[in-house]
């Protein structure tokens, strides 16, 4: 039986090399739940409940002139994920993920060409998924 998505691992290392800073941890919400008790996304998979952590990626060549260098990752947990003390007061703190997966999906919202040839405005988009989120000093004494 093929997967309905396919899963790429990911170290940490590689999708953020220069590390990131902690924006918010919200809740993933579930649209068509919105109106019932419990409108948390959760995970198809495994059932868990599905949080957005927004960072800010310190890579130095990401997000030029009018473009974010925020990035979401979503963490699959039970509870919200706890974000550490900073290591600078004042600073937001530099945050890891675990157990990093990437997502490939297609965002064909933009095509719209139904003649052949097309000039087809879909493009191929990844999304993050992580286990659990820790202290950037964690990562690396683990490593």
């Not at 649209?31 to 409940?49: F, I, S």
């Not at 706890?82 to 675990?98: I, W, Y």
Request: charged share 25%; with cysteine; glycine share 6%.
């Amino acid at each position: 039986m093929v997967p309905n998505s396919i899963k790429v691992p990911a170290a940490f290392e590689y999708v953020f090399p220069n590390g990131c800073l902690l924006v918010s941890v919200d809740k993933a919400t579930d649209w068509d739940k919105r109106n019932t008790g419990d409108d948390q996304a959760r995970d198809k998979e495994t059932g868990e409940r599905v949080w957005i952590v927004t960072v800010m990626d310190l890579h130095n060549e990401e997000g030029g002139f009018r473009q974010s260098k925020e990035v979401k990752v979503k963490v699959l947990a039970p509870v919200q994920p706890v974000p550490p003390s900073p290591e600078f007061p004042g600073m937001p703190p530099l945050v890891a993920f675990t157990d990093m997966f990437l997502v490939p999906w297609v965002d064909s919202n933009k095509c719209t060409g139904t003649s052949s040839p097309h000039r087809c405005r879909a493009r191929q988009g990844w999304s993050i998924k992580a286990s659990g989120m820790v202290a950037a000093s964690e990562l690396a004494a683990v490593a």
